[in-house]
């Protein structure tokens, strides 16, 4: 483990360690790593703060990959379901064992049949798509958040998403360019999703910009970041926002 690290993971270390994987291939730029580092500590955030409130609720992760979040934030009650590909499940089960208050579940998160495996949760819920609705055509971000309001009244949906402008741009980020994946989605405004149906409210955003732990970015990196949060189009290319879907 590094000295004072933006998130402290031993799980993603272990798992890391363990998959015969070159992952420097990949050739992510080290700013990338930070920027993923805080996105994820700002996603504990918004869990541990909903299992405060809620000591008893349910979280859904959707798109989960290999994060192992239920077990940084775990408060011994909340029920848990991390939802991806049945590849990834599968890759994940060499690591975590699904238990009573932690569950997976292997379907495509567009596959809206999943959402019938919690539905019988009394919640309340929080429902995460950290790094997910970017890569899906707004048809399917749209079809997803209605049929997560008609089974999950009332649920706290946070994710993050790019504007319409760095979309356009992302196809030549070396994470992206590397992996082939195709970013297809986002947003300008949080109205556009209110628009979708009445009783989606918008909470909150969260800028990049704003975190204490751009100071951990390099020189350069972290002057392009506060340069950013002086600008509403800038600071809004890469942001995490909060919708309630009463």
């Known amino acids: 483990m590094k000295d004072n690290p933006v998130i402290s993971d031993q799980n993603a270390v ?17 700013q ?11 996603f ?15 979280v859904l992760h ?15 009650r909340v029920e848990w379901y991390d939802l991806d590909y049945p590849d990834v499940i599968e890759l994940r089960r060499h690591f975590h064992d699904a238990s009573d208050r ?10 809206l049949s999943w959402t019938e495996i919690p539905a019988g949760n009394p919640g309340p819920f929080l429902i995460i798509a950290e790094g997910l609705f970017m890569y899906l055509r ?14 999950f009244p009332g649920c706290l949906l ?23 994946a195709e970013v297809c989605w986002g947003i300008d405004e949080a109205g556009e999703i209110e628009d979708w149906n009445d009783g989606i409210s918008f909470v909150e955003e969260w800028y990049f910009t704003d975190s204490d732990e751009i100071k951990k970015l390099d ?8 340069i950013a949060g002086l600008f509403s189009a800038a600071k809004k290319a890469h942001r995490i926002l909060a919708f309630r879907l009463g």
């Not at 015969?20 to 990949?26: H, I, K, N, Q, R």
């Not at 504990?44 to 349910?58: I, K, S």
Request: hydrophobic letters at 35%; proline letters at 4%; glycine letters at 8%.
């Open 102 to 111: 932690y569950h997976l579940i292997p379907s495509s998160v567009t596959d």
């Open 44 to 58: 504990d955030h918004y869990a541990r703060a909903f299992l405060e409130n809620n000591p008893n609720g349910t």
């Open 219 to 226: 020189a350069g990196y972290g002057l392009i970041f506060r």
């Open 14 to 30: 272990r798992m890391v360690e363990s998959i015969d994987y070159d992952f420097s291939l990949l050739k992510v730029p080290k």
């Open 62 to 76: 959707l798109g989960c990959g290999l994060d192992s979040r239920f077990f940084r934030v775990d408060n011994g």
């Open 32 to 42: 990338t790593h930070v920027t993923i580092c805080i996105r994820a500590k700002q």
């Open 158 to 180: 946070v994710f993050d998403s790019f504007s319409k402008r760095a979309v356009k741009g992302m196809s030549r980020h070396p994470s992206i360019d590397k992996t082939g």
């Open 138 to 151: 707004e048809e399917d971000v749209k079809s997803l958040v209605l049929k997560l309001q008609e089974t």
